[in-house]
């Protein structure tokens, strides 16, 4: 198959282009490199990969940059990773948020249905369910109200991926992530940012009490769950929740990173943050059934494996490992 992956030089980017590589498909990535966090670790994740993919650098809310990808070639399927991600600075700058995930989205399906795309696949997220009382979350519970402009969204995104799939006969699978962490995970969420830290000697900002819940999901588990949907013929449109079905409290979180590091942190203690919901736990039965989702990871061997990849990172200002091949 050729696909097309967005926010391919990412974190779950460069792990499902990996993936799809050994799979053996033809690849083209978008990225526009942005500067949400370095731009050189976004480069770093897609070196070992380069010679065997089409990059296309630049901004998917440009309609001629997602042309280019299209350029004398026949796309089977988009993994439209995309996006500005992160809750707290949706609340800072919603306009970007705006622009690049709904009309970044808007676009990418106006390619897939004028290029004759058979397969649209699009990174929800957990965020959508919002203040939810019910747990775990399934994707019949009714999405009542979202509490940050990033979770307000995916959840345009999802209901955009209905309307083509509806109206263009696009086959479109919605794909609601819960915290994903692993390997070159985002600088910027927690397991990342407090293992540098807690490992550093400094500070760790805590927000809230520590009784905050998060569902985590090893990166592994999540591309599985992508790899599963490229095959998945059910309804033209679907939602599936992929997690890692063993929600943690923030407290126990941190416990866990100072006993792998075996490394006292110092907490910071805030108050909790607008946007932030103060839970997550996914139903991931509806994915085991349909798409065979298995999630092989738990938090205790996966707070490891990624710390033991992160004490790789030289010491010599380069923010990760240099890249293995993955052939
Ligand atoms: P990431 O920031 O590492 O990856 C996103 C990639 O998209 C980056 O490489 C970035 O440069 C690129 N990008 C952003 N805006 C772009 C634009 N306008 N044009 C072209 N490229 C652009 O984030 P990630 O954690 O790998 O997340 C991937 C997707 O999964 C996102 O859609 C995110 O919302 C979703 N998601 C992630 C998590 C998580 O815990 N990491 C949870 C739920 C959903």
Redesign the pocket.
Known sequence: MKILV?????????HTVEACLKQGHEMIV?????N??S?QI?RH?IAPVLNQIELVE????DPE?IANAFANTQIDTII???????VRPSIDDPELYLS??NS?TYHLLEAARKNKVKKFLF?????VYGVNEKVPFAESDLIASTISP?AAT?LFGEQLCSNYAHVHNLRTVCL??????GP???PD?AISKFTRLISENQPIDRYGDGTTGRDY?YVDDIVQGIMAALDYEGPMFDIFNLGGSEPILLKDLIAAIETTLGKKATINELPEQPGDVPRTSADISKARELLGYNPQTPLSKGIPKFIEWYQKTPATGEPYPKPASVA
């Open positions: 967005t926010g391919g030089a990412g974190f779950i980017g460069s978008i990225d526009d490199f942005n949400y966090y731009p976004k994740n630049g901004d998917i809310r940059i439209h990773l995309a996006a500005r991600a992160g690049t995930n970044g990174a929800s997220s957990s965020s990033y995916k609601r992530f819960f915290t994903v962490y070159r995970q985002r969420l999901t």
